[in-house]
């Protein structure tokens, strides 16, 4: 099962739910929901939620014909519908009666389902209402309108630019979902800020030094890092027999590439100080260590791997550092082929990040075609998937 999280965010920018986007395989229900909750019953759903609700929309089929309803905690999940469905009394009968026991709904608004009557039976059994601001138009400008006399929180989908975000806000939307919170608002080509990480001049050593000693060092001279460092490598994800307890073996034992990986992770973190911040840090983090482990499925060269995470790390550096990505590049001194792929998406590092983007926007076409390319099954993406979760949660707990 292909599955990722998107964050929700309120109209203070405020991580308010997420979003849970999954491969829908409506031909075979029983299959999917199978595979569905297999994939979520890997997770700790507190952690990986961050204690905040999900939103997950649902065919109907689901709601009336499966067990899905009985295998979630209702406490935890929103369960979204789309508004085309209405006309189904056998629907609504079910819902009216979910919700007596303690469900809630999200109706989504399908194109072309404008008019404000439609909505009126809905009122007592959905508490948002979603609406995408794709193919945005007078006829959804005057729906939003209308809507507003019922009492429906209203959620904006697609909301892909701080431009989208402001006119969402202006709209009346009160929750806001979309690729906006990955937009830097302004960037400078200037490095003041960006230096003035303590972590950064740390990075740039070990860019420049060869001996693993000298930078066992450099860490050493940092406490907060040295902590960190001899957490992440004696966590579950390293299998080791007995804990490593010094920083000169830590070094030896990740060597400088992972150091250097795990020195742009802490800069990251450590800088993330709204949760639009952090949960660009948390995507990031997803696509680079995704994209190794998918890598390392495709070509088992660590080295590759490595660059693969890399590249998925730093896909939303000037976001994280309000620093335009060629000065970034130049200041940690990595080669322009990471500018050439984080632009262009060229080669293969690009042809990973592509992927594990249009995993992020549900692309299920381009998801279909990328995995057909390389002979993946979607057991192996999921295992992926919910490896990459698993060391996410990790390195938030060892770091903040």
């Not at 949760?275 to 499925?297: P, T, Y």
């Amino acid at each position: 099962m292909i599955l990722c999280k998107v964050p929700v965010f309120d109209d203070k920018k405020n991580l308010y739910a997420y979003e849970i986007k999954y491969e829908r395989e409506e031909s075979n229900l029983n299959q999917m929901i199978k595979d569905l909750y297999y994939t979520i019953s890997q997770l700790d759903i507190k952690k990986f939620l961050s204690g905040k609700n999900a939103f997950i929309k649902v065919h109907p089929d689901v709601i009336i014909f499966t067990d899905f309803l009985n295998l979630i905690n209702k406490e935890v999940f929103i369960l979204e519908v789309e508004s085309k469905y209405l006309k189904s009394k056998i629907l609504l009968d079910k819902l009216k009666s979910l919700k007596e026991e303690g469900f809630t709904f999200s109706l989504e608004v399908s194109e072309g389902e404008f008019n404000p009557d439609t909505y009126l039976p809905a009122v007592s059994i959905f508490e948002y209402l979603s609406v995408s601001l794709k193919n945005f138009n007078s006829d959804k400008e005057k729906f939003i309108s209308l809507i507003h006399e019922l009492p429906f929180m209203l959620k904006a989908e697609d909301v892909d630019s701080n431009e989208d975000f402001n006119k969402a806000l202006n709209l009346g939307f009160k929750l806001f979902e979309g690729e906006f919170f990955t937009k830097p608002e302004q960037l400078t080509t200037k490095e003041e800020s960006f230096n003035k990480l303590e972590v950064l001049k740390l990075i740039r050593y070990v860019t420049e030094e060869d001996d693993l000693n000298d930078i066992a060092e450099a860490i050493k001279a940092n406490p907060d890092i040295s902590v960190a460092l001899l957490k992440y490598v004696n966590s579950s994800f390293f299998y080791l027999a007995n804990p490593i307890t010094s920083i000169n073996r830590a070094v030896i034992y990740l060597g400088r590439k992972n150091i250097l990986s795990w020195l742009l992770l802490i800069s990251m973190i450590s800088v993330a100080k709204n949760d639009m911040d952090i949960e660009a840090v948390k995507m990031e983090l997803f696509r680079g260590k995704f994209m190794e482990l998918l890598s390392l499925k495709i070509n088992p060269d660590q080295n590759i791997a490595d660059t693969a995470f890399l590249v998925g790390v730093l896909s939303l550096a000037e976001k994280i550092f309000k620093v335009d990505i060629k000065t970034i590049l130049n200041d940690l001194k990595l080669s322009q082929e990471f500018e050439k792929v984080l632009v262009e998406r060229s080669g293969y590092f690009g042809e990973l990040l592509n992927f594990v983007i249009n995993i992020e926007k549900n692309n299920l076409k381009e998801v279909k075609k990328f995995k057909e390319n390389y002979g993946l099954s979607d057991k192996e993406i999921g295992d992926i998937t919910v490896e990459t979760y698993k060391w996410i949660d990790t390195i938030f707990e060892i770091v903040r």
